[in-house]
């Protein structure tokens, strides 16, 4: 993968975490990012897209932001439910292909 | 509502083929492109290929990886999209989800993705 996540991170019910995305100026540099959550045994899903974005449905504990070459996500009130595999995307100019990062599983304590 | 929804699991052997199909449905097909990725079993997502759907001709772009082993086509009259993946080795065993992207152009981001389809290549 082009773009490079932690491999997991952690914390209790209701508090906060955030997942870095970083890639280059052939992708996320250049282009908006989205992000997607995977429930255990399920298809992705759209949570965050146009860097900041929420469709309609995902709640506002979701964020995301935008800095350079790199996007974070960010998720406050940590819930069980929350506990999934969560991917940054983004189409990468030079590659002419869209990209995924490595994934990161975050995990509810 | 939107729906995505794939053909069942497959079996082949190596060297085969396999043809997986995606069958739209609560939108204009022709107005958004879909796109093809796998997951291979505990892996992250990869990204093979999209399609611009139109009645007249479609546009494909694939991942260069796969470009000489895959084909994408659509089925306007059916609108369904199918994903077309020849020379088949053990590595290609993996979970195979079409999405169809908030737009035509294959750098919009993925709003509806399809229940997956499971590939398993074993002789």
């Known amino acids: 993968s082009v773009l490079t996540q932690p491999p997991s991170v952690s914390a209790a019910p209701g508090q906060k975490v955030t997942i870095s995305c970083s890639g280059s100026s052939s992708n996320i540099g250049n282009n908006y990012v989205a992000w997607y959550q995977q429930l255990p045994q399920s298809a992705p899903k759209l949570l965050i897209y146009d860097n900041n974005k929420r469709p309609s449905g995902i709640p506002d504990r979701f964020s995301g932001s935008k800095s350079g070459t790199s996007g974070t996500l960010g998720i406050t009130g940590l819930q069980t439910g929350d506990e999934a595999d969560y991917y940054c995307g983004t189409w990468d100019s030079s590659l002419s292909a869209y990209v995924f990062g490595t994934g990161t599983k975050v995990t509810v304590l | ?43 992250g997502l990869e990204w093979m290929g999209w399609i611009r759907i139109s009645v007249y001709d479609s546009n494909t772009r694939y ?57 398993t290549v074993s002789s």
């Open chain 2, 1 to 43: 509502q939107v729906q995505l929804v794939q053909s069942g699991a497959e079996v082949k052997k190596p060297g085969a083929s396999v043809k997986v199909s995606c069958k739209a449905s609560g939108y204009t097909f022709t107005t958004n492109g879909v796109s093809w990725m796998r997951q291979a079993p505990g892996q």
């Open chain 2, 63 to 119: 991942e260069q990886k796969f470009h000489d082993r895959v084909t994408i086509t659509a089925d306007t009259s059916t609108s369904t999209v199918y994903l077309e993946l020849r020379s088949l080795r053990s590595d290609d065993s993996a979970t195979y989800y079409c999405a169809r992207h908030d737009g035509a152009s294959s750098w919009y981001p993925f709003d509806y993705w399809g229940q997956g389809t499971l590939v």
